[in-house]
């Protein structure tokens, strides 16, 4: 009796958590993603329903939110009080086409095209460093890094010696790593030690197991950037931590880095500013602070800095990125590691491609992540067909370089991959240049990666084996469950 009673329980508790389940999941969620969360729930209610809980709201906590528009609404107040001779730095003027990206960016992540700025790009792990510790070196007031990857070893000792230095003669340096990113190499005890006996104020970021409040342990801070006294700013692709990540397997990683200076510096450090605060019992008056603009005038490109990720009600990047394909004309050209794009996404490069666009991506042949690289495989057929050139980098290298250019008039350089990951779970900055001059530079690097690049064929990709595309298909059906 006991147990016929046990097995109507269940069944109840089936129905209430399927019917709860369609009243909750579809709210505010892409058709996918829902209707992968309530086949799973369906399916498999208990076990569903636990994950969904862990694992199913991909925004940050209310807090974190809260900072993050408290940054947007002081830089609006802040830009309201310019004075006109310095209002047009912070709204330069830009090709009519090129607004319409302007205005989008800033409607998605609060801060303006900045005019007056000097990029560098910059490739190679100890060149990047070289680069980062001269400018560490001739700090005065402060310093801000913030890396998914921070790692004490060869290649970054220098780094941590200057940083070293810059406490010693009295500069402020406050260092954020990712929790989780950070967590699984060598050193790591030795490295926050250091940091402590050092002086450098440092902070893990989104703690899973934190104090003021739980966090989901797939929300990464995957941002990077290093700003020093509001005048120079890195940001790329580049973790600090040598090339072959510490793996055992010879693979190592080839970036791709910015180096600025000029008002967009500004923007970096409001990001720092905010996954401070958030990490900190910071005060609140840093974001106005932070938002307040202080950089003379000078000729330069125009450039603007995107934040993005679960802080934020969009996904910046993905919108982004998105109205970037749908505007090339001429050729997109798609540098990234992990290429998983939602449907619009997709829909807008391919539909590219077939209006003539010269389409290419550019991933890689060495895998460090089988599944995400499985998904992203899955995809090359039809991307194939619709006439996208395909190019993988060849191995034991990864192209680990994130970037899109359209035409000849709009680059991109950042944190952020073409993928489910970055779009909705990782916090990441994205620095979008207006400039002609510079895309022009990124043109001749990815032409580089390209030359070192073998071509995928529609006809070689159909023959490979049916196991391959068996695995990769269901590999796809796992980032739907964002």
Known sequence: MGGSWLGVAAALAHVVIVIAALVVVPGDRKPSSATAWLLLITG???LGLALFLMIGDPRLPRRRRELQARMGEAIA??????????????????????????????????????????????WGYDGIVARMVEAIDAATRYVHVEFYIVALDETTEPLF??????????????????????????????????????????????????????????????????????????TGSMNLIERGYHRADGL?????????????????????????????EGKPGEIAAAASPGTAAAPGAVAQVLPSGSGFDDENNLRLFTALAHAA???????????????????????????????????????????VVAAQRSFYEELLRDGVEIRLYRAPVLLHAKSVVVDDEIATIGSSNLDIR??????????????????????????????NASRVTLEEWRRRPVRKRLVENIARLTAALQ
């Open 161 to 234: 010696a200057a940083l070293e230095r810059a406490v010693g003669r009295g500069v402020r340096v406050r260092l954020l790593f990712d929790q989780i990113g950070s967590r699984k190499f060598p050193r790591k005890r030795e490295m926050r030690e250091r940091l402590t006996r050092a002086g450098v104020e440092w902070r893990a970021m989104l703690p899973i197991l934190g104090v003021r409040e739980w966090l989901r342990f797939d929300l990464r801070n995957h941002r990077k950037l290093l700003v020093i006294d509001a005048a120079v700013a890195f």
């Open 77 to 122: 107040a802040s830009l309201a009080a310019l004075p006109p001779e310095r209002l047009a730095l912070f709204d330069p003027e830009v090709p009519a086409r090129d607004r319409r990206h302007v205005e989008l960016a800033r409607s998605l992540g609060g801060m303006p095209a900045t005019g007056g700025n000097r990029l560098d790009l910059l």
């Open 44 to 46: 498999a209610p208990f």
């Open 329 to 371: 004309r001429r050729s997109l050209t798609i540098v990234t590691p992990y290429f998983v794009p939602d449907e619009a996404l997709m829909l807008a490069i391919t539909s590219a491609a077939r209006r003539g666009v010269a389409v290419t991506l550019v991933n890689s042949e060495a895998v460090d992540q089988a599944v």
């Open 252 to 280: 190592t990683y080839e970036e791709l880095c910015v180096r600025i200076e000029g008002p967009a510096v500004l923007e970096l450090d409001a990001v720092f500013t905010v996954d401070w605060l958030s990490e900190s």
């Open 422 to 451: 970055s779009f909705t779970l990782n916090m990441e900055v994205t620095l979008v240049v207006y400039d002609r001059a510079f895309v022009d530079r990124l043109r001749e690097v990815i032409g580089g990666y390209v030359a």
